[in-house]
């Protein structure tokens, strides 16, 4: 009689603590997972908020009392232009929705697989941006009819492109590259505690 109680007290104190074990890793999971959704909240934000200042330099440049010509530099640097900052435009946009639509109830392996998307394309976005910039530079000069390669703009246009490209290095190496390490690190955590 007395074996036969001790194993009941046994297993109830057994079920007790796979109680607080589950709940432990559930309160736990939801930590990790709410870490892991500030940081990617904090990326759409970015994205939003360069979305908008994108969208606030088109009446930047509008400023510059900007004359219109019926020559060929100011259609072309005018075409090139809109091109360019549609191309941007339609860019961060697309962005901005892959930042915003992570699923936090699906599985590790989505999520991670999100991530890694996402990480891809704004490394893609980033190419991309400093391989056009010298012709939406370009651009500018035409329509806005500016000097290009006088001594007034030589060494602006020099120290804007020493910016951009260890700008790019930066943000490439360590500025992107520890922000998604971070995320795939959480997400690598939450895996190892639904496998345990």
């Given at each position: 009689m007395e074996l036969l109680e001790l194993q009941n007290i046994w297993n109830q104190y057994d079920k007790k603590i796979s109680e607080n074990i589950r709940l432990n890793k559930?309160?736990?999971r939801k930590m990790l997972i709410s870490k892991t959704e500030k940081r990617l909240n904090r990326i759409k934000v970015e994205a939003g908020i360069r979305l908008i200042i994108s969208l606030l330099f088109v009446p930047t440049i509008l400023m510059f009392n900007i004359q219109i010509r019926t020559t060929v530099d100011f259609y072309i640097g005018l075409s090139l232009f809109a091109g360019l900052f549609i191309l941007a435009c339609i860019f961060r946009v697309k962005f901005f929705l892959m930042a915003g639509k992570f699923d936090f109830s699906s599985s590790v392996s989505s999520i991670k697989k999100e991530i890694n998307e996402l990480e891809k394309y704004q490394l893609k976005m980033l190419r991309l941006g400093l391989l056009f910039?010298?012709?939406?530079?370009?651009s500018i000069f035409l329509f806005a009819k500016i000097p290009f390669l006088t001594q007034e703009t030589l060494i602006p246009l020099i120290l804007m492109i020493i910016i951009l490209v260890a700008s790019f290095f930066y943000k490439t190496k360590y500025s992107y590259?520890?922000?998604?390490?971070?995320?795939n690190q959480e997400i690598e955590e939450i895996e190892e505690l639904e496998k345990g």
């Amino acid at each position: 009689m007395e074996l036969l109680e001790l194993q009941n007290i046994w297993n109830q104190y057994d079920k007790k603590i796979s109680e607080n074990i589950r709940l432990n890793k559930g309160i736990l999971r939801k930590m990790l997972i709410s870490k892991t959704e500030k940081r990617l909240n904090r990326i759409k934000v970015e994205a939003g908020i360069r979305l908008i200042i994108s969208l606030l330099f088109v009446p930047t440049i509008l400023m510059f009392n900007i004359q219109i010509r019926t020559t060929v530099d100011f259609y072309i640097g005018l075409s090139l232009f809109a091109g360019l900052f549609i191309l941007a435009c339609i860019f961060r946009v697309k962005f901005f929705l892959m930042a915003g639509k992570f699923d936090f109830s699906s599985s590790v392996s989505s999520i991670k697989k999100e991530i890694n998307e996402l990480e891809k394309y704004q490394l893609k976005m980033l190419r991309l941006g400093l391989l056009f910039l010298p012709i939406g530079a370009i651009s500018i000069f035409l329509f806005a009819k500016i000097p290009f390669l006088t001594q007034e703009t030589l060494i602006p246009l020099i120290l804007m492109i020493i910016i951009l490209v260890a700008s790019f290095f930066y943000k490439t190496k360590y500025s992107y590259k520890e922000r998604f390490r971070k995320l795939n690190q959480e997400i690598e955590e939450i895996e190892e505690l639904e496998k345990g």
